[in-house]
Nanobody, 127 residues
Framework: QVQLVESGGGLVQAGGSLRLSCAAS????????MGWFRQAPAKEREFVAA????????KYADSVKDRFIISRDNAKNTVYLQMNNLKPEDTALYYC????????????????????WGQGTQVTVSS
């Protein structure tokens, strides 16, 4: 089992940047595919980015491609989301999630493959 705690959210003006962090407990962090999702009020939770266990593969939603960068440091049990050129439509509660060993990379955009979720960190982008 793994516990996830996000941090780094806040209020930023459009065009600004934020870096989210997600710290994981436990000694098996490197066995999990990690993902970031977000949920705006009255909307469904949507995929943002994912990174493979070793960090060699990444995947992004089209809406954030070329603006966001996901990375991980397995020695620190932490996954990051660097968000650049933020837009008001990026405003949401951002969650990190862990998908266990054996999860299909082809399905990393699906909420259902992730077994563990953090509580979320709020990102608000003003225009």
């Amino acid at each position: 089992q793994v516990q996830l705690v996000e941090s780094g959210g806040g209020l930023v003006q459009a065009g600004g940047s934020l870096r989210l962090s997600c710290a994981a407990s436990g000694r098996t962090f490197s066995t999990y595919t990690m993902g970031w999702f977000r949920q705006a009020p009255a909307k469904e939770r949507e995929f943002v980015a994912a990174i493979s266990r070793g960090g060699g593969s990444t995947k992004y939603a089209d809406s954030v491609k070329d603006r966001f960068i996901i990375s991980r440091d397995n020695a620190k049990n932490t996954v990051y989301l660097q968000m650049n050129n933020l837009k008001p439509e990026d405003t949401a509660l951002y969650y990190c999630a862990a998908a266990p060993l054996g999860s299909s990379w082809n399905r990393v955009g699906e909420v259902g493959i992730y077994a563990y979720w953090g509580q979320g960190t709020q990102v608000t982008v003003s225009s």
